[in-house]
């Protein structure tokens, strides 16, 4: 099916390991997005790309690093993981001019760092 | 800076009851708003969206008016299921190219039989 796909699903981590999360998505979208979900805190941008090869920073970047080499993935890192970043992962994508269009979103990354 | 206020939840409600879901926002310019659904275990799903004054957007029988004078987007239903039960976010884009959408905190709502 055409969407967002994120890998993995679950991951537990210890504190001080990496790690990447990969998000594809198969609708030539331009711009891509990875948002953090916390009880209580709603989704919090971390960081997003408006297009191959360039990203840029949201709300919550420290401790996460991306990159956009192809425009259909959209990988998010964790250089040492911290039990802070304990939270769901959700990665999502839109053409551009996503005012009208709205996103669609990956069904997400439950990352338990330990 | 932009941004969106949800009523906070739960929400508790018996099948068949009327919803409301309060969404007030601030802005600079003329954002687009929208209502996104999130079902247990799932991403979030676009329900419905409007991108100017007075715009209604609809979709399975859920309603929101944008309503710039009161700056606000609330979700009405008039007849909840329990298959509704799920966390609803309210969301604004500035619509200013390279930004993204901004979430409020969602609200959680229960039906029961």
């Known amino acids: 099916n055409a969407g967002v796909t994120q890998t993995p699903k679950f991951r537990v981590l210890k504190t001080g390991q990496s790690m990447t999360l990969l998000c594809a998505q198969d609708?030539?979208?331009?711009?891509m997005y990875w948002y953090r979900q916390d009880p209580g805190m709603g989704l919090r941008l971390i960081h997003y790309?408006?297009?191959?090869?360039?990203?840029a920073k949201g709300e919550v970047p420290d401790g996460y690093n991306v990159s956009r080499l192809k425009k259909q993935n959209f990988l998010l890192g964790l250089e040492s993981a911290a039990p802070s970043q304990t939270s769901v992962y959700f990665c999502?994508?839109?053409?551009?001019?996503?005012?009208?269009?709205?996103?669609?979103f990956g069904s997400g990354t439950r990352l338990t760092v330990v | 800076g932009d941004s969106v206020t949800q009523m906070e939840g739960p929400v508790t409600l018996s099948e068949e009851a009327f919803l409301t879901i309060n969404c007030t926002y601030t802005?600079?310019?003329?954002?687009?708003l929208f209502w996104y659904v999130q079902y247990p275990g799932e991403g979030l799903q676009l329900l419905l969206k409007a991108t100017k004054a007075d715009d209604k957007g609809s979709n399975k029988g859920f309603e929101a008016t944008y309503r710039k004078e009161t700056t606000s987007f609330h979700l009405e239903k008039g007849s909840v299921q329990v298959s509704d039960s799920a966390v609803y976010f309210c969301?604004?884009?500035?619509?200013?190219?390279?930004?993204?959408?901004?979430f409020g905190k969602g609200t959680t709502l229960s039906v029961s039989s």
């Open positions: 969301a604004l884009s500035s619509n200013q190219a390279g930004t993204a959408l901004i």
């Open positions: 999502a994508s839109s053409y551009l001019g996503q005012e009208f269009y709205g996103y669609t």
């Open positions: 802005a600079t310019g003329y954002p687009s």
């Open positions: 609708m030539n979208h331009e711009y």
């Open positions: 790309s408006v297009g191959e090869g360039t990203t």
